[in-house]
């Protein structure tokens, strides 16, 4: 686990671009949970921290494919294949995030 940034530095439901350990990572604050997953969409390999979050999940600017934030999965096309899903710990108002491992 490394930490990734302060807790208070995510606004609810807005995608923030963090490096990880050389990782691209994309972090989205829903109320009392954080998500983290590879910054980059599986189709079209754009920064999903650039779209928004839709009832549908994480969506990409570009052709709007959308990724489930607990899963990765794609749950909207064009994209088919999931997007890496990380483990996240809060620890004293910090945001850390496992990049060694995915959870999906």
């Excluded at 829903?30 to 921290?49: M, N, P």
Aim: hydrophobic share 35%; charged share 25%; net charge negative.
């Amino acid at each position: 686990m490394s930490r990734a940034c302060a807790l208070s530095d995510l606004d609810d439901g807005k995608p923030h671009a963090v490096e990880v350990d050389d990782v691209s990572v994309v972090l989205v604050r829903q109320g009392d949970e954080v998500h983290a997953l590879r910054d980059e969409c599986s189709h079209a390999e754009l920064a999903l921290s650039e779209g928004e979050l839709t009832r549908k999940g994480l969506e990409c600017w570009l052709h709007g494919s959308c990724f489930d934030l607990r899963t990765g999965a794609p749950s909207a096309p064009p994209a088919t294949e999931p997007v890496d899903v990380y483990a996240v710990t809060i620890v004293d108002g910090d945001v850390h995030v496992d990049v060694t491992t995915t959870t999906n």
